[in-house]
């Protein structure tokens, strides 16, 4: 495991080599799978990190078991490796949380080095299993469900409520359609998610998905899942632009969870979070309503210009105040000094 600070910024169907050393350019920083030895060596020599499958719940399956065992002896000593995905979506196929914890106490007996994970993509069923390993990885899609983006900001606070304070916590965020469903996220609200995830508690980021395993670009009706890389261009460029801004603001994001602030007035909402390191401070907000709106942060010790990152402008700060403006799922990040603190 990364011994220093590390904000994994993740994907999942990396492929090959080739796509590793693609990714990296990028700005993504962690596989969600391994692969064969060229596969590894390519992570090892760009720094690309590795979750690597476990038993899941075959527990009582030897020859499932003893695959695992040949996997971690094959794959333990390569620097690129971060972790153990223990298991996918358990409380989908009702697996039962004993299951779960044997396998992951299996793995860290195992493996005392590298940290387990499980994803589950519910956001009342998976609170049962998400304590029972090192990382919790919550993922919900809420797109192609019809539901709001705030289901995201719930799931993470669902999943914060059941882990300890120090566990870190990885969102998992949709960038794929079901062929069936012609919807992707627009890029608003793939951003909007984004943000939304981590100002509720994510310290870790990963997508779903960089390619679907059979996907034909000439036949693409015959695929049951399309990613954003193969079929919505503005999506997949909104992603690497979240990449990029993310990778920016890893500095800020490998400490502990701070508390979200919801504020809510008739339609309007805004979520935010305030992250100090020093004298200054990082404030991130998100408008996941349907409605534009107005909205004054007090931070305490604020006092001067506020600068707007990315958008080459700043706002004022009075007596621990400042006021800016929201599109409908708009996200504004800013940055600041304490007064107090000069």
């Given at each position: 495991m990364k011994d220093e600070p590390f904000f994994p910024i993740g994907i999942y169907n990396v492929r090959s080599a080739e796509d590793v050393r693609d990714l990296v350019k990028l700005g993504f920083n962690t596989s969600f799978n391994a692969g064969n030895e060229e596969f590894m060596k390519a992570c090892d020599e760009t720094g690309m990190m590795v979750i690597a499958g476990g038993p899941g719940e075959h527990m009582q399956d030897y020859d499932r078991l003893e695959q695992m065992r040949a996997s971690v002896e094959r794959l333990y000593w390569h620097p690129s490796l971060l972790?153990?995905?223990?298991?996918?979506?358990?409380?989908?196929?009702r697996v039962p949380p004993e299951v779960i914890k044997r396998a992951s106490k299996l793995l860290e007996m195992i493996d005392p080095y590298h940290?387990?994970?499980?994803?589950?993509?519910?956001?009342?069923?998976?609170?049962?299993?998400?304590?029972?390993?090192?990382?919790?990885?919550?993922a919900y899609y809420p797109i192609w469900k019809g539901m709001p983006v705030t289901h995201v900001a719930e799931c993470v606070d669902q999943t914060v409520e059941v882990v300890p304070p120090d566990q870190p916590v990885w969102f998992v965020l949709e960038a794929f359609a079901w062929s069936t469903q012609l919807r992707f996220p627009t890029p608003a609200e793939e951003r909007c998610m984004a943000y939304l995830a981590v100002i509720h508690g994510a310290r870790?980021?990963?997508?779903?998905?960089?390619?679907?395993?059979?996907?034909?670009?000439?036949?693409?009706?015959?695929?049951?899942?399309?990613?954003a890389l193969e079929m919505s261009p503005p999506l997949w460029q909104?992603?690497?632009?979240?990449?990029?801004?993310?990778?920016?603001?890893?500095?800020?994001?490998?400490?502990?969870?701070?508390?979200p602030i919801v504020e809510r007035e008739g339609l309007k909402r805004v979520d935010w979070c305030v992250i100090?390191?020093?004298?200054?401070?990082?404030?991130?907000?998100?408008?996941?309503?349907?409605?534009?709106?107005?909205?004054?942060?007090?931070?305490?010790?604020?006092?001067?210009?506020?600068?707007?990152?990315?958008?080459?402008?700043?706002?004022?700060?009075?007596?621990?105040?400042?006021?800016?403006?929201?599109?409908?799922?708009q996200v504004h990040v800013y940055q600041a000094r304490k007064e107090a603190a000069r």
């Open positions: 972790g153990w995905y223990v298991v996918d979506e358990p409380s989908l196929r940290p387990t994970l499980l994803v589950d993509g519910s956001r009342h069923r998976s609170k049962p299993y998400q304590a029972l390993v090192q990382v919790a990885a919550p870790g980021l990963s997508w779903f998905a960089y390619r679907n395993w059979s996907f034909d670009p000439e036949h693409p009706e015959k695929s049951d899942t399309w990613t909104e992603i690497l632009e979240e990449v990029r801004q993310f990778n920016e603001l890893a500095p800020w994001l490998v400490g502990r969870r701070v508390p100090e390191r020093g004298e200054e401070v990082l404030i991130l907000a998100c408008n996941p309503a349907p409605v534009g709106c107005q909205h004054t942060f007090e931070v305490e010790g604020l006092e001067g210009p506020v600068k707007v990152f990315w958008e080459n402008r700043s706002v004022q700060a009075r007596e621990g105040a400042f006021t800016d403006r929201f599109e409908p799922m």
